[in-house]
């Protein structure tokens, strides 16, 4: 019997447009490990198949019953943007300032969900931080009725309206103990802030969105999370899958759990970004949210000799800012950093420094570093918004991009991380 579904398990594995003697002629399709077939006949050694391109004749030998995880680097413009798949889970970490990711979920992604009148279940929503880059196009995917939600994590810095903010700073009250400024404002539960001050206009529309989720039953939970919580941990196909949160840290002062405040506003919410490790069997994905120079020696005097932050493949942090450390990148040493940035902005991002850094200390002979930026196509007529693909079974990890000019059979510019 022919099994109902199958997934490529080789990177690029090729789609023939026919078999001759036990052996495919004319590739017409190569597809990334991982993708989702439908077996609709045999013969010897391959299968017929229906894929989301041309369909065709598949070596038994490049499918099998895994997908591995999936992990997509949107390009969002200025901002950041994930999206996971993992065993059925649906992760997403950001979602960019604007509609690129509502619109790669709803006009891509989950078309075969939507079709069919299925509500796109996202399992985790993780905020890294409530900058408008990074959340404000939650806001929509929040609101449209189609989208249900498990939980939403977040950090627990939120920005308080500028003219009626009673508070000495835009984040909240500042104190000093000791010689070192805290803020005096964690929110835990967004649902039941009991914050009599208004918050900027763009915090309000997410609150808003949150709580109009949860009265339509479509949100599960709301949570705050700091260093040390495990918000996912599950095995898939008989690999360990986890979520672990290596960043922010909160000080008791005063018997409560405060934020340190760093020289401004906008160093302190981004110093205090969620800084999230996903592991996968042997392999590691490090997303760092918006850390800076200051967080990040902050974050290495209090992991001392532990060196938690070692990964396979980074997020950089802050879109490829210069306000990072070398001994931080260092500690990271990843074989692919991924730098999530926009054109038409202030910052110049990725800067110079912050690319030449990310090479020269990466590992192996050949460190990777990718670019939202360099992902996007532009024509006369258009922008086409770039992707970069991570496929990883748990020991192999595949980083593939689409050719910004590639034919079917040619698609993909791939490279296969060392193995570990
Ligand atoms: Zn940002």
């Known amino acids: 019997m022919l099994p109902s579904f199958l997934y490529a398990v080789t990177n690029e594995a090729p789609v023939y447009e026919s078999v001759v003697s036990n052996k495919g002629k004319k590739i017409i399709n190569k597809i990334q490990m991982g993708t989702y077939v439908k077996p609709g006949d045999e013969q010897g050694d391959f299968y017929k198949v229906t894929t989301a391109g041309p369909d065709g004749w598949m070596r038994k030998a490049d499918l099998g019953d895994t997908m591995g995880i999936k992990i997509f680097y949107l390009d969002v413009g200025q901002g950041d943007g994930v999206l996971i798949e993992a065993g059925g889970l649906r992760i997403l970490i950001d979602a960019g300032p604007a509609d690129n990711m509502h ?32 959340y404000k196009g939650c806001i929509k995917i929040l609101n449209d009725p189609r989208f249900t939600f498990g939980n939403i994590y977040h950090a627990g810095i939120l920005k308080f309206a500028e003219r009626t903010n009673p508070y000495n700073t835009s984040l909240g009250d500042t104190f000093k103990k000791d010689g070192v400024s805290y803020l005096a404002k964690i929110f835990n539960n967004l649902l039941t802030t009991n914050e009599p001050a208004p918050f900027n206009r763009d915090v309000s529309g997410f609150m808003k969105a949150i709580a109009n989720a949860k009265k339509e039953n479509r949100l599960g939970g709301v949570r705050r999370l700091e260093s040390g919580d495990r918000p996912v941990s599950r095995v898939i196909e008989r690999q360990n899958f986890s979520i672990e949160v290596l960043a922010p840290f909160t000080e008791r002062v005063n018997n409560k759990k405060n934020f340190v405040y760093w020289s401004n506003e906008s160093k302190t919410i981004n110093g205090h970004s ?70 038409n902005e202030t910052y110049s991002h990725p800067r110079a420094d912050a690319i030449g850094c990310a090479g020269k200390y990466g590992r192996g002979a050949r460190p990777l570093v990718y670019s939202t930026e360099l992902a996007r196509s532009v024509s006369k007529s258009k922008i ?37």
Not at 392 to 404: A, F, L, R, T
């Open 103 to 134: 619109s790669y979920l709803t006009k891509w992604q989950y078309t075969y969900l939507l079709n069919a009148k299925k509500p796109v279940h996202i399992h985790h929503l993780f905020i890294s931080h409530f900058d408008t880059d990074h």
């Open 384 to 420: 086409i918004f770039g992707l970069i693909n991570v496929r990883c079974n748990g020991s192999d990890v595949y980083i593939n991009q689409m050719k910004e000019a590639g034919a079917p059979a040619d698609l993909w510019d791939s490279y296969q991380l060392p193995g570990t």
């Open 274 to 343: 969620l800084v999230l490790k996903v592991k996968f069997g042997n392999r590691s994905f490090l997303f760092g949210g918006d850390l800076n120079s200051q967080s990040e020696e902050y974050l290495l005097a209090k992991y001392g000799n532990h060196h938690p932050f070692e990964t396979d493949v980074f997020k950089s942090c802050h879109h490829g800012s210069s306000d990072f450390t070398e001994a931080f990148i260092q500690q990271v040493h990843p074989y692919a950093t991924i730098i999530s940035s926009g054109d």
